[in-house]
Every structure is written in C-alpha cells, then in structure tokens.
T-cell receptor, first 115, second 110 residues
C-alpha cells in the first residue's frame, strides 16, 4: 500500500498525559498537512509542512501541540498535557503541487480519546 | 471571515439522483474540492473545480459558479455504498490549505 499511513489508529489516554502520533506520507509528496475532526464536523486545519519546514500553524493549535517533520518525510504530532477537549480524529494528508493544482490524500486517521 | 455551508443530511432512494449544494463566502478562492468520507474512515478525493462549469467523472459530477460562490455535487444512479458524508472544501490561496464545510450525510435507502 503506497498511501498515507498513520500510527496508531486508536489511542486512549488519561487527561494530563502526553501523546504522539506519526504520519507517513506518500513518498514523492513534499507537502504534509495535519487536521483535526470531531463528530459531525469537517476536518479543521492545524498545521502544514513543505518538506521539513513548518509553514503555517492554525490559531486552533495551542502551545500544548507541536509538530515536526525532521527529514521532510514522516511527521509527528505531539499533544502535551492532554485535555478531554482534545478527543477527536487526527488526520494527516499529503500532496504534491503540479501545474497549479494540489490534491490532498488523507491517511486513515488516529482517533484519540482522552478520559 | 470564512463560511462554507452544506445541508446536514439528505436521503435518497437507490438508483435515484441527489444534488448536494455548497455555498461559500471566503476572502479568496483558489479551487473547490469534493471529498467522500465513510464513517470512521479517511476522506477520499472525488472532484476538483477551479473554473466555472461542470466536471463529469462517471456517476459523479461537480459544478462551480465562482461569481455566485456556489458549487454542487451530483450523484447519479445511487448505490447503497454511496451512503457517506460528502465534504466541500475550499482552498483560498496558493498554499493548498483546505477549509472544509461540515459535510452532508447522504443516506441511500433501498
């Protein structure tokens, strides 16, 4: 399978714990995005990378959230001191810009439940 | 501000046609995408419009009017497997960051 992969698929944690998610994009894609989705809503943009550079962070992303893409390939999203409001599906997408068009391909997501 | 509106839910019969509307008010426009999302799964790409008009791809067609801030996704010959949420997403600048609507849940009945 050469699609976007995410790990873990599910995570249950207690409030106050730290969690880290991983995303492996499609290999030739230079852009990587993180979104958060809650039930009945569309995905909300969190942050994105072009190669290893983090180019934009949403105001939704508090200081407890940090993302990295150290070698321009896989990315990690860490949430420190988790809160119940962090419970959501965390989606990763990757894309490659060609001819002015960019289609994002999504991974299966990591579903986080904070107790 | 940015605003993307879609109906919350639509129900249709197998074999019928359903049209899902999406209206948007954004500070810029660089393209409109439609994605399909089955429950608990990732969104999958359906269509892309950047110029006015109709794009047809098999049973799915998407239409865009930039002057009206309006798009629709047309699903023909509905099948039970088409029961899913359909997400309208806008890119407003050259970076490709998506702004999504809340999605329209389509329920296909026998």
């Amino acid at each position: 399978d050469t699609g976007v992969s995410q790990d873990p698929r599910h995570k249950i944690t207690k409030r106050g714990q730290n969690v880290t998610f991983r995303c492996d994009p499609i290999s030739e894609h230079n852009r990587l995005y993180w979104y958060r989705q809650t039930l009945g809503q569309g995905p909300e943009f969190l942050t994105y990378f072009q190669n290893e550079a983090q180019l934009e962070k949403s105001r939704l992303l508090s200081d407890r959230f940090s993302a990295e893409r150290p070698k321009g390939s896989f990315s990690t999203l860490e949430i420190q001191r988790t809160e119940q409001g962090d419970s959501a599906m965390y989606l990763c997408a990757s894309s490659f810009r060609t001819g002015g068009r960019e289609t994002q391909y999504f991974g299966p997501g990591t579903r986080l439940l904070v107790l | 501000g940015q605003n993307i509106d879609q109906p919350t839910e639509m129900t249709a019969t197998e074999g019928a046609i359903v049209q899902i509307n999406c209206t948007y008010q954004t500070s810029g426009f660089n393209g409109l995408f439609w994605y399909q999302q089955h429950a608990g799964e990732a969104p999958t790409f359906l269509s892309y419009n950047v110029l006015d008009g109709l794009e047809e791809k098999g049973r799915f067609s998407s239409f865009l009017s930039r002057s009206k801030g309006y798009s629709y996704l047309l699903l023909k010959e509905l099948q039970m497997k088409d029961s899913a949420s359909y997400l309208c997403a806008i890119t407003t600048d050259s970076w490709g960051k998506f702004q999504f609507g809340a999605g329209t849940q389509v329920v296909v009945t026998p």
